[in-house]
């Protein structure tokens, strides 16, 4: 079965640093997302996108993040400068359509320290 | 406001068993629920979705129920096996939906 794939599993950085957060998702899908999930917290939604642009974000998703799909196959998640809270386990998501269910990947366990 | 949560944080059951974790929402504009699957180390895995104009929906050995008028959901699962332990989450979205609204979470511990 084809699934959503994100590397690194673990990422660990210091606070005011930059990540990029890679994910490959499923190769028909047209529409890819990114959650989080803080520990011992819910899972929340941060962004959206479709056909290149970002189609809905959380109030989460702040000047700090941004997203990009650089080639036929990669969806990044990039955060500029990391705060302390940003650390959670990020999940990448894609789906057929809008209203078809979410394929999410393994997670990459972010540690800012 | 938005929110979807669950009742019951932990479910210990018997193999064999039935096991049904319940779900609350409150955004009567909701018309698509999920319910997901996370094990230990993984991502949520889909396991059986509901539109609103359904009250039922069956899968292998899970069952979604969908009571609109208290705004509840629940999920069904028949001969409860211990690949059954996980965390459940239940999810609301609306037609269209860019963004899923996830429950807190329930645990369901399965003993040989």
């Known amino acids: 079965e084809p699934e959503v794939t994100q590397t690194p599993s673990h990422q660990v950085t210091q606070m005011g640093q930059e990540v990029i957060l890679r994910c490959v998702p499923i190769?028909?899908?047209?529409?890819f997302y990114w959650y989080r999930q803080i520990l011992g917290q819910k899972v929340e939604f941060l962004v959206s996108f479709y056909n290149n642009e970002i189609s809905e974000k959380s109030e989460i998703f702040d000047d700090q993040f941004s997203v990009e799909r650089p080639d036929g196959s990669n969806f990044t998640l990039k955060i500029r400068s990391t705060k302390l809270e940003d650390s959670a386990m990020y999940f990448c998501a894609s789906s057929q359509g809008p209203d078809e269910k979410l394929f999410f990947g393994s997670g990459t366990q972010l540690s800012v320290l | 406001g938005e929110s979807v949560g669950l009742h019951l944080p932990t479910l210990s059951v018997q193999e064999g068993d039935n096991s049904i974790i319940n779900c609350a929402y409150s955004n009567s504009a909701s018309d698509y629920f999920i319910w997901y699957k996370q094990e230990s180390g993984k991502g949520p895995q889909f396991i059986i979705d509901?539109?609103?104009?359904?009250d039922k929906r069956q899968g292998q050995r899970v069952t979604v129920l969908l009571n609109k008028t208290v705004k509840h959901l629940s999920l069904q699962i028949a001969a409860t096996q211990p690949g059954d332990s996980a965390v459940y989450f239940c999810?609301?979205?609306?037609?269209?939906?860019?963004?899923?609204?996830f429950g807190t979470g329930t645990r369901l511990l399965v003993s040989p």
């Open positions: 190769s028909n899908h047209l529409y």
């Open positions: 509901i539109r609103s104009n359904m």
């Open positions: 999810a609301e979205a609306h037609t269209g939906f860019q963004k899923l609204v």
